[in-house]
């Protein structure tokens, strides 16, 4: 089975430039998770979904962070513009959240390791 | 508000000792508590998730122990492998409902010599 895919891995751009990053979740899994992990520090969760809806984004900084789900499926988390401090690295996890109600176990994708300059 | 605390922060041993690591929250109300661990350059693996109703769980050489009341977790590792070299992350729920949602610590950097 494969697990939860992140495009692309590395990316660098100049500040004030846009930037998306793509997720593909683990088949089934009908929840989806963007966090965002700054060096030396755990992640930090910016926007979960279930399904198509997202039902708290309460982290995600709306004035220049953008993400969507279209179909229940894959993501993507958009930023413009980038600002210095944007750098990180960007995570996606998947859970079948709801469909076990004693746990919900979160498998993570390799991260987009985002430097702006 | 949930907030997670791992020391240390870093921790070299040689091969073969028995190591510790520890993680302590300060709401003691949670639904579940799980141990991450995290490759250089690498997304998260899950290693061991505890129940609240749970008191440890283990997986191989790993045990995991929760202690509910007190705010804490402990991560045992035996007989430490140079493969064991990794950053292990501890997340918990910010509360006693099953949101999804996990608030980490920063983790503990382990170096396992051979």
């Known amino acids: 089975e494969a697990g939860v895919v992140q495009s692309p891995r590395y990316k660098i751009i100049e500040k004030k430039q846009p930037v998306a990053f793509w997720c593909n979740p683990i088949?089934?899994?009908?929840?989806l998770y963007w966090y965002r992990q700054n060096l030396g520090q755990g992640p930090e969760l910016l926007i979960r979904y279930e399904n198509e809806e997202a039902v708290d984004d309460s982290q995600l900084p709306k004035d220049r962070f953008s993400a969507e789900r279209l179909k229940g499926v894959d993501s993507t988390l958009k930023i413009q513009p980038a600002e210095l401090g944007d750098s990180a690295v960007y995570l996606c996890?998947?859970?079948?959240?709801?469909?076990?109600?004693?746990?919900?176990?979160?498998?993570f994708g390799p991260g987009t390791r985002l430097t702006v300059l | 508000k949930q907030e997670v605390t791992q020391i240390p922060a870093a921790l070299s041993v040689p091969e073969g000792e028995n190591l510790v690591l520890n993680c302590s929250f300060t709401?003691?109300?949670?639904?579940?508590l799980q141990w991450f661990r995290q490759d250089p350059g690498k997304g998260l693996t899950s290693l061991l998730l505890?129940?609240?109703?749970?008191r440890e769980q283990t997986s191989g050489r790993l045990n995991a122990s929760l202690d509910k009341s007190s705010g804490r977790s402990t991560l045992y590792i035996a007989a430490s492998q140079p493969g064991d070299s990794a950053t292990y992350l501890c997340?918990?729920?910010?509360?006693?409902?099953?949101?999804?949602?996990?608030?980490f610590g920063q983790g503990t950097t382990l170096q396992v010599k051979p």
């Open positions: 996890a998947s859970s079948s959240l709801g469909q076990t109600i004693t746990y919900n176990e979160q498998f």
């Open positions: 709401d003691s109300a949670i639904y579940n």
């Open positions: 505890i129940q609240s109703s749970q």
């Open positions: 088949s089934g899994h009908n929840t």
């Open positions: 997340a918990v729920p910010p509360g006693s409902s099953n949101t999804g949602k996990l608030i």
